[in-house]
């Protein structure tokens, strides 16, 4: 059992941490390509409980409530999507949301209103090169801040950068062409971490919609070096729900 503290600084909601952060805090307890399940929004600045399980997967608990729980799965990916840094630098200019309009302003991830070096600042917009299918792109410079102690960014910082941008994929629909905006919150989330960047260099985060059903909507992300090394890859499944219950009131 290990204690884990969600600090308010990696909110996604404004009262809960971010999906991502939250999912690779638990897959840190995972060796290889995870699963996690978000259950129930994970508290702020609380003393959480990472528990194995007898069956082998993990849960983070508050008290009695199950958060989230993890296992080991094999995260595969039909394609993979690329960009160059400059092409998602340019991608970036035509994000999908006005600084002002913003449903999470203050996420860690890919809120507006943080400071540069306090959260990731991930900003993905269409890259005009993709007609077949919608694909995200934006760029990303880890702050020294996210360093782990070998000196390279922490994983779950990577499930972090892999996870807003997948959200904002779901919102494209191939079959229209189109873009809606409806409020959506992280229900699953999977990874596999290739290798982990050093604070300062630059990323490349792709991202695109892969299918809908109801209310579920499903999304894949990429993350590369400036070089094109494959650093990281995620599979999620994004919940469509009302205004209050995204911003969890």
Known sequence: MTEIIIDKRFCGPPNSGNGGYVCGRLASHISGGAEVTLRAPPPLDTPLE??????????????TKVVAT??????ELARVETARLQEARAAELLALFEPHEHPLPNCFVCGPARAKGDGLRIFAGPL????????????????????????????????????CPTGFACNCDPQSDSYDKTPLLLGRMSARIESRPRPGVPCIVTAWPTGRDGRKRTAEAALHDEAGTLLAVAKTTWIAVERDVQLGR
């Open 50 to 63: 990472a528990v194995a399980t007898d069956d082998g997967t993990w849960e983070l608990r508050d008290d």
């Open 70 to 75: 993890g296992r080991a799965v094999s995260v």
């Open 128 to 163: 005009g090169r993709h007609a077949h299918t919608p694909v995200l792109a934006a760029s990303w410079t880890p702050d020294p801040s996210l360093t782990a102690d070998d000196g390279l960014v922490a994983p779950e910082f990577l499930w972090s950068a892999l996870d």
